[in-house]
């Protein structure tokens, strides 16, 4: 096993893993919102199975030794030890697996069952997006039950209330709010883990739970229920995504130590201080977290817990906008709106198609299944397929590129999968209670996303077969007689071995080419973000004839005429006020024999016809466009 697994980017941004005070509490605060709020609710539907009576020791340290040891393989040895060693210039998530896997890929056909992994995880990450904010406000609201029976019927509008409180104001962005993230986590963290801390001082004897031999007396007691308890068990360790996905906002070393040192202790103290409470006393089974607090702090524990899981809910939101525009940059969904809410940070974006249809589902899963309880049958299917198919892409990574023999990576990442394959096999029993949620929102973005990229596949196939080579256009120029004006044009163009069709269309309809011509091609880099020195690319086909590439990471958003700015300083003339922008506006039509199924057909064409323009997507301004009609047959 090679054990030299530092990654380019710690070797490039060496302050990139500087560890500050300032920069852990922004850990705490963005990473850990999701994993951090789990204690409210995982531990009692864990032990909701047995009832009051099955209160054992055996049960409930066996249960605790299972929570235990989940956040010790998944969380810390599995993603905070291998799989944030796998990144792209210091960016993760499930996309970035995937562009790190397809690079070492030496088969197409293993290529694309790569990409269609990562579409899995994808998908499932957007149905984890939509139960985080409704379990975990849910969760949090209860504990006014707690205080009083009489607060019962405000749970449900108070969650509604606080939900769309939460999206409403996503259009201004996370920088302000963002600031007492931090704090607030920290003091949330600290306080579950004091609280945990007291019950354990009075009774000790449940720290024999870490002892893994309380999984097999678990296991031997109960048979198969142990299977049943795993997929809630689970619940425990949902966020752990998050780790990875959130390593380019803070680097890899801050995430790890907040966890090591303060995350996981604080998070441990708690789960094994609301298993001694549960010994002490059976009826507290119900909600063991709220009855550790003394009841003069149960009402100020409820509000901060509703802050923590509005500061998890955000984070799972802010991730589902990050990942929707890496979908819209590497082809898998339509152009969409994305709306930059920071003038200094890249990554703070908001999509206003994203926050509406988030909103709709949160909304429709609090309102159906209505308590934290009924909605923890529908977790878990999500978060452990994207945690399956993570372990995956990452064995093929470590295999490849950081050349580790088959044995050690069926060794260790053969351990996970197993894991893995057992959380999730284990949540498909909750399928016919809830679970069916996750599996059909992911069914359906994955028709979305396929067919989307298998039309947009045809499309070009299609147009390519309709193009003019270039180099033909271009031995051609010099002898035609086509008139020259002044000005300067600008060609969007897929593919820059071809003549733009909108160019044909202007030479067809108006018989002019101005004095000086731009082929402009986009290319999406397999990096989360492109160099200013290596934005552009200039090459001089002709006189007065330029093919220029633009290109931008995955996690970028394009801005076509400031990049074409830059072409001055390249010493090639532009003026922006002098300049119109010719787009082909592609109009979709059946083909005679179509080759796409009815079904994929019918919504390729309703996402062609919603997706965003291509003048607003690449930020052209609108009077300078002129949009040439392309009929495309598919």
């Known amino acids: 096993m090679n054990s030299s697994t530092t990654t380019a980017a710690d070797a490039s941004h060496p302050m990139r893993n500087a560890v500050t005070p300032a920069l852990l509490l922004g850990v705490l605060g963005i990473v850990y919102g999701d994993i951090g709020t789990s204690p409210l609710y995982a531990l009692s539907t864990c032990l909701t199975f047995f009832g009051r009576a099955g209160m054992t020791d055996t049960t409930v340290l066996g249960t605790l030794s299972m929570i235990f040891w989940a956040l010790i393989i998944t969380v810390t040895i599995k993603y905070v030890t291998f799989v944030m060693r796998a990144d792209n210039n210091g960016e993760g998530g499930i996309l970035t697996m995937m562009v790190l896997a397809q690079r070492v890929c030496r088969r197409p056909k293993v290529a694309s069952s790569v990409v269609l992994i990562a579409i899995i995880g994808a998908c499932l990450f957007f149905g984890d997006g ?134 996981l202790p604080c998070l441990a103290l708690n789960y094994f201080g609301q298993g001694a409470l549960v010994l002490r006393d059976p009826s507290t089974l119900d909600n063991p977290f709220f009855l550790l607090c003394p009841h003069v702090l149960r009402v100020p524990m409820v509000i901060l817990a509703t802050a923590a899981t509005v500061i998890a809910s955000q984070a799972m939101i802010s991730g589902a906008y990050s990942v929707a525009r890496q979908c819209v940059q590497l082809g898998f969904i339509p152009r969409m709106i994305v709306r930059h809410t920071s003038e200094t940070e890249e990554g703070q974006i908001y999509v206003p198609q994203v926050n509406t249809m988030l909103l709709v589902g949160v ?21 452990t397929g994207t945690f399956t198919c993570t372990t995956i892409l990452a064995s093929l990574v470590y295999r490849r590129q950081f050349k580790w023999s088959r044995s050690a ?62 180099n033909s256009f271009l031995a051609r120029l010099p002898s035609s007689r086509i008139i020259r004006v002044p000005g300067t044009a600008v060609f969007l163009t897929g593919n ?17 080419l101005h004095e000086r011509v731009f082929l402009v091609t986009v290319q999406t880099a397999d990096v989360p973000e492109v160099a200013l020195h290596e934005r552009l690319e ?97």
């Not at 142990?226 to 995430?255: C, N, Q, W």
């Not at 989307?452 to 596949?457: H, L, S």
């Open 130 to 263: 939509m139960i985080t904010p409704a379990i975990s406000v849910l969760s949090a609201i209860e504990g006014l039950e707690v205080t009083s029976p009489l607060f019962a019927p405000a749970v449900l509008p108070l969650a509604v209330l606080v939900i769309g409180l939460l999206f409403s104001f996503q259009y201004r962005g996370t920088a302000t709010i963002g600031r007492v993230f931090g704090p607030v986590m920290a003091l949330w963290f600290l306080s579950i883990g004091i609280l945990g801390l007291v019950e354990i001082i009075h009774n000790p004897w449940v720290l024999r739970a870490i002892s893994p031999t309380y999984v097999v007396f678990f296991a031997m007691n109960h048979g198969f229920m142990t299977f049943v308890t795993l997929g809630s068990v689970v619940l425990a360790v949902t966020g752990a995504e998050a780790l990875y996905a959130d390593m380019g906002h803070f680097g890899r070393k801050p995430i790890q130590r907040a966890w090591t040192f303060f995350v």
């Open 363 to 383: 909304l429709i899963l609090v309102l159906s299944f209505k308590t934290s309880a009924s909605l923890a049958s529908a977790y878990g299917v999500a978060v």
């Open 409 to 470: 990576v069926f060794c260790v990442f053969g351990l996970f999968f197993v894991l893995d394959a057992t959380f999730f096999t284990s949540n498909l029993m909750k399928v016919p209670d809830g679970g069916w949620v996750p599996i059909a929102v992911g069914l359906v973005l994955m028709a979305t996303m396929t067919s989307w990229k298998r039309g947009r596949e045809l499309m070009f196939q299609r147009w390519k077969q309709d193009s003019l080579p270039l």
């Open 496 to 512: 820059g071995a071809y003549v733009p069709n909108a160019l044909l269309h202007n030479l067809k309809h108006n018989k002019v």
């Open 538 to 634: 200039v090459e001089e086909l002709a006189p007065q004839v330029n093919r220029v590439t633009v290109k931008y990471g995955f996690k970028e958003s394009p801005n076509i005429p400031r990049a074409l700015e830059e072409l001055r300083v390249l010493g090639v003339p532009f003026d922006p006020m002098q300049t119109s922008y010719f787009l082909g506006r592609e109009v979709i039509v059946p083909a005679l024999v179509p080759k796409l199924s009815f079904w994929r057909l019918w919504l390729f064409l309703v996402l062609s016809r919603n997706a965003v323009p291509a003048t607003e997507f690449f930020r052209i301004p609108s009077d300078r466009v002129v949009e040439l009609g392309v009929r495309i047959a598919i």
